[in-house]
């Protein structure tokens, strides 16, 4: 099945730094990969997704690339505010109306 | 917008008892639900998918008499525990499936066994 590993487990930064978490998949047949947002006692929160047939996708102050061949990747986030301060999961799933593969969360510290 | 709702958000109850979380998509219709459990500082473990007006499917080792699924309206799922226990405390996270891939979260519920 499919394996997702996350990095790093912890992230630290200054308000107004660039974020950037990386995860790698093992399922090459996987062509979705989402990411989520999850606060402190709440439910994970949908931020950006990217499919396959794309390299890469922006929606603000965030973004996500795609490295196919090397089945990783990434979420960028850039002019952190403490706002960010949460725990993102990235995750994977293969064709349409399957599960998804969740990977282990970054924990991101946005000081102000 | 997709928004997906769960109730109650919190709840107690004594060992030996049965408790029901609700999950609702709010609007939007969905054949496909998930149930998930998150321990502290902890990744998303899915316990079963749910399918409207079919049986649930189990993760491996996930007891299905003690977690009852079920999927009854395209926008309602219910997930019961049956005689809880302490070690059944934990996050409940439901999810709907918007399309053949989108996933939208409820916000969780909160179960204390005492």
């Known amino acids: 099945g499919e394996n997702v590993e996350q990095h790093p487990s912890t992230l630290s930064v200054q308000e107004g730094d660039s974020a950037v978490i990386k995860c790698t998949y093992s399922?090459?047949?996987?062509?979705?990969f989402p990411w989520y947002k999850q606060e402190l006692g709440k439910g994970p929160q949908l931020i950006i997704d990217i499919r396959s047939n794309v390299g890469e996708k922006k929606d603000q102050r965030i973004a996500v690339t795609l490295n196919k061949t090397a089945k990783h990747f990434s979420l960028h986030i850039t002019e952190t505010q403490p706002e960010d301060s949460a725990v993102y999961f990235c995750?994977?799933?293969?064709?349409?109306?399957?599960?998804?593969?969740f990977g282990k969360g970054t924990m991101l510290l946005v000081s102000p | 917008g997709a928004v997906v709702s769960q109730h109650p958000s919190r709840v107690i109850c004594k060992s030996g008892t049965s408790v029901k979380i609700e999950c609702r998509s709010l609007?939007?219709?969905?054949?496909?639900m998930f149930w998930y459990r998150q321990f502290p500082k902890q990744s998303l473990m899915l316990m079963a998918t749910?399918?409207?007006?079919?049986?649930?499917?189990?993760e491996q080792g996930v007891e299905k008499d003690k977690f009852l699924i079920n999927h009854a309206s395209l926008t309602l799922s219910t997930l019961t525990v049956t005689s809880a226990h302490p070690e059944d405390s934990s996050f409940y996270i439901c999810?709907?499936?918007?399309?053949?891939?989108?996933?939208?979260f409820g916000p969780g519920t909160r179960l204390t066994v005492t």
């Open positions: 609007d939007f219709q969905a054949t496909t």
């Open positions: 999810s709907a499936r918007k399309g053949p891939n989108e996933q939208y």
């Open positions: 399922d090459s047949a996987s062509n979705y």
């Open positions: 995750a994977a799933s293969s064709s349409g109306y399957s599960t998804l593969t």
């Open positions: 749910s399918n409207e007006g079919s049986k649930a499917t189990y």
